[in-house]
Nanobody
Framework: QVQLLESGGGLVQAGGSLRLSCAASGRTFSSYAVGWFRQAPGKEREFVAV?????????YYADSVKGRFTISRDNAKNTVYLQMNSLKPEDTAVYYC?????????????????WGQGTQVTVSS
C-alpha cells in the first residue's frame, strides 16, 4: 500500500516557477514509477511526466511541458518532485501524482495503482 500527498501548488504569474512535491508513505516507494497528471476545468485528466522506479534514470514528458518541467525523485525522502518553469496560463490545473508498478511507468492512467488527492496550480496572465 502506498499513500501519496501532493504539495507546493499555488498562484503564480505567467513566466514564473513552482515546485510540486509528492510525498509517499511505504517502504517500497522506490519500487514504483511515479507520474504526474493534471486536470483543467472541463477537461480530461492528462499525462504530464513520469520518472522510472529505483534511481529514476528514465523520465518522459508530455510535449506540452517538455523543456519547461523537470521530474525527479529522492528515494531517501520518499518524495518525487515536479519543477515547473516558464509557466503559462494553460498550465492551470489540479496536479496529481500517481504510483505505478510498471518499471518505467506509463502515460496511461490505467497503469497507476495509487493516486494522491491533487494540488491546485493557477497561472495568471
Amino acid at each position: 500500500q502506498v499513500q501519496l500527498l501532493e504539495s507546493g501548488g499555488g498562484l503564480v504569474q505567467a513566466g514564473g516557477s513552482l515546485r510540486l512535491s509528492c510525498a509517499a508513505s511505504g517502504r517500497t516507494f522506490s519500487s514504483y514509477a511515479v507520474g504526474w497528471f493534471r486536470q483543467a476545468p472541463g477537461k480530461e485528466r492528462e499525462f504530464v511526466a513520469v520518472v522510472s522506479w529505483s534511481g529514476g534514470r528514465n523520465t518522459y514528458y508530455a510535449d506540452s511541458v517538455k523543456g519547461r518541467f523537470t521530474i525527479s525523485r529522492d528515494n531517501a525522502k520518499n518524495t518525487v518532485y515536479l519543477q515547473m518553469n516558464s509557466l503559462k496560463p494553460e498550465d492551470t490545473a489540479v496536479y496529481y501524482c500517481a504510483a505505478s508498478a510498471a518499471v518505467f511507468g506509463s502515460r496511461a492512467m490505467g497503469e497507476y495503482d495509487y493516486w494522491g488527492q491533487g494540488t491546485q496550480v493557477t497561472v495568471s496572465s
